[in-house]
Nanobody
Framework: QVQLVESGGGLVQAGDSLRLSCAAS????????MGWFRQAPGKEREFVGR????????YYADSVKGRFTISRDNAKNTVYLQMNSLKPEDTAVYYC????????????WGQGTQVTVSS
């Protein structure tokens, strides 16, 4: 079992930056990937990006590429989502997820943290 706890959400203005954190606990040794998703009101959950837990390779959705950066601190079992140049359309609940499958598939989720970007 892996437990995930997000933090760092809040209300910011367009153009501001915000950093989200996701602390993992439990059997973190079995994680292959950690990722970020978001869900805006009335919309489906959207993939934001993910990072390989061992190698550190990252992959981003086109909608955030160049503005968002995912990083990890293995010693702290924590993954970060640095969000720059925020836009109102980035407003959503942001979820951290973990995959214990080498070929993907997200089987652990955090509770989510709200990010609101005002114009």
């Amino acid at each position: 079992q892996v437990q995930l706890v997000e933090s760092g959400g809040g209300l910011v203005q367009a153009g501001d930056s915000l950093r989200l954190s996701c602390a993992a606990s439990g059997r973190t040794v079995i994680m292959y990937y950690m990722g970020w998703f978001r869900q805006a009101p009335g919309k489906e959950r959207e993939f934001v990006g993910r990072i390989s837990w061992s190698g550190g390779s990252v992959y981003y959705a086109d909608s955030v590429k160049g503005r968002f950066t995912i990083s990890r601190d293995n010693a702290k079992n924590t993954v970060y989502l640095q969000m720059n140049s925020l836009k109102p359309e980035d407003t959503a609940v942001y979820y951290c997820a973990a995959s214990t499958y080498s070929n993907g598939g997200w089987n652990y989720w955090g509770q989510g943290t709200q990010v609101t970007v005002s114009s």
